[in-house]
Nanobody, 122 residues
Framework: VQLQASGGGLVQAGGSLRLSCAAS????????MGWFRQAPGKEREFVAA????????SIADSVKGRFTISRDNAKNTVYLQMNSLKPEDTAIYYC????????????????WGQGTQVTVSS
């Protein structure tokens, strides 16, 4: 499975961005998907995950109420809608695919995209 993340950029605090992650080379509709992020000098952290059907989601407490994860299996794409962005959301955002489940453990994910930079200015 190959993953291509896009949609990052520079935005002011309070603004919004929508990240996309296009998957190819596998059966997307049977794969759990997740978003993680890594800020400079910090460890990679879980942001959001969604089950293969899209019927279940999990959102990290740090972004709950501001970020939403969704997927379109017809387009082999998962999205991360980010609203009310804060400077502390600045990081490289990675999408990942889990062949056997979904959730917040990065070690469970089998495939990773290249990352897209999100910078939030104050």
């Amino acid at each position: 499975v190959q993953l291509q993340a896009s949609g990052g950029g520079l935005v002011q605090a309070g603004g919004s961005l929508r990240l996309s992650c296009a998957a190819s080379g596998g059966t997307f509709s049977s794969i759990g998907m997740g978003w993680f992020r890594q800020a400079p000098g910090k460890e990679r952290e879980f942001v959001a995950a969604i089950s293969w059907s899209g019927g279940s989601t999990s959102i990290a407490d740090s972004v709950k109420g501001r970020f939403t994860i969704s997927r379109d299996n017809a387009k082999n794409t998962v999205y991360l809608q980010m609203n009310s962005l804060k400077p502390e959301d600045t990081a490289i955002y990675y999408c990942a695919a889990d062949r056997t489940g979904w959730g917040g453990r990065s070690l469970s994910y089998d495939y990773w995209g290249q990352g897209t930079q999100v910078t939030v200015s104050s």
